[in-house]
């Protein structure tokens, strides 16, 4: 058995189903013809627990197993499942005479804040006190689940007050709440922002000068809402690793957050708000 940093080359590849940031990637590369075949396969066969999609030498591995997979807080639940699930792809990949299999670390972006540890804020719009509430009880019931009677790392600000943050994370999706940080940071910041959105369109994250706002940089991430709460939640646990992996990169202690998806989107706050804040835990 070999663990690894990074990139790796096997015959067979397991990914979560659930897991959007991988599975865009995956399903990116793979080309458009095999990419169109998911959705019918996930169609046609919403009862197996795996699905395999030969890649065509499109990537290192000849295969990559879509598995149905759960996180779960009770620990003896939680380590059953992932036994039965690496059981099951090793068996599958045996049976079609595959010799190596790679795993991502499956269900470890939520312990990303216990090796970074990063100070959050979440920053709500005075007029939304629905929101408001939702996130001052979710940050109470989550120290109140883990017995926790210090003071946490996390916080919500009402308003646009004059936080000290390192970086504020915004969404390039959302159009209003990206003309007003543009606005708010400065011409010469949006003249910048304007001109890598150019030169690479495809990018997850635009990262700017923070101009006239606190702090020292502005994230700017691609991120598009769903009618579908599973695939909401998991598209916000994405996000959020994508965040703190640029933020530790340049060595960040504190972030804001505006409530991403509470707006103009209009996602359910209580999922929006409850899967963010576990997740910055």
């Given amino acids: 058995m070999l663990y690894r940093n990074g990139s790796s080359v096997s015959d067979s590849t397991v990914i979560c189903r659930s897991s959007i940031y991988l599975l865009k990637s995956v399903l ?3 080309g458009k013809s095999l990419a169109e075949c998911f959705p019918i396969q996930i169609h046609e066969n919403a009862t197996i627990s795996i699905i395999s999609i030969t890649t065509n030498g499109k990537l290192v591995s000849k295969v990559v197993y879509l ?56 920053v709500i719009h005075p007029d939304r006190t629905d929101t408001y509430d939702a996130v001052q009880l979710q940050i109470y019931s989550l120290g109140q689940q883990e017995g926790i009677a210090t003071k946490k790392p996390v ?82 646990i994405d996000l959020i690793w994508n965040v703190i992996q640029n933020t530790t990169s340049y060595k960040f202690t504190s972030i804001a957050f505006l409530a991403i998806g509470c707006g103009e989107h209009a996602c359910p706050v209580h999922i929006v708000v409850k899967t963010m804040v576990k997740e910055m835990k």
């Fill in 28 to 30: 990116k590369a793979i």
């Fill in 155 to 236: 916080s919500t600000t009402v308003g646009p007050a004059k936080i000290e943050v390192d970086v504020i994370i915004g969404s390039s999706s959302s159009e209003n709440l990206k003309q007003i940080l543009l606005e708010a940071e400065g011409k010469e910041v949006e003249n910048a922002y304007d001109e890598e959105a150019k030169n690479n369109p495809p990018s997850s994250i635009i990262s700017t000068l923070s101009g006239q706002l606190p702090g020292k940089r502005i994230f700017f991430l691609k991120w598009e809402p769903n009618t579908n709460p599973e695939t909401l939640k998991q598209s916000i």
């Fill in 67 to 122: 598995v149905s997979w759960s996180a779960n807080a009770d620990m003896n639940i939680l380590c059953q499942s992932i036994e039965k699930l690496v059981l099951n792809a090793m068996g599958k990949a045996e049976n079609a005479n595959y010799k190596s299999i790679a795993f991502p670390a499956i269900g470890c972006v939520q312990q990303q804040l216990t090796k970074y540890p990063i100070k959050v804020s979440f």
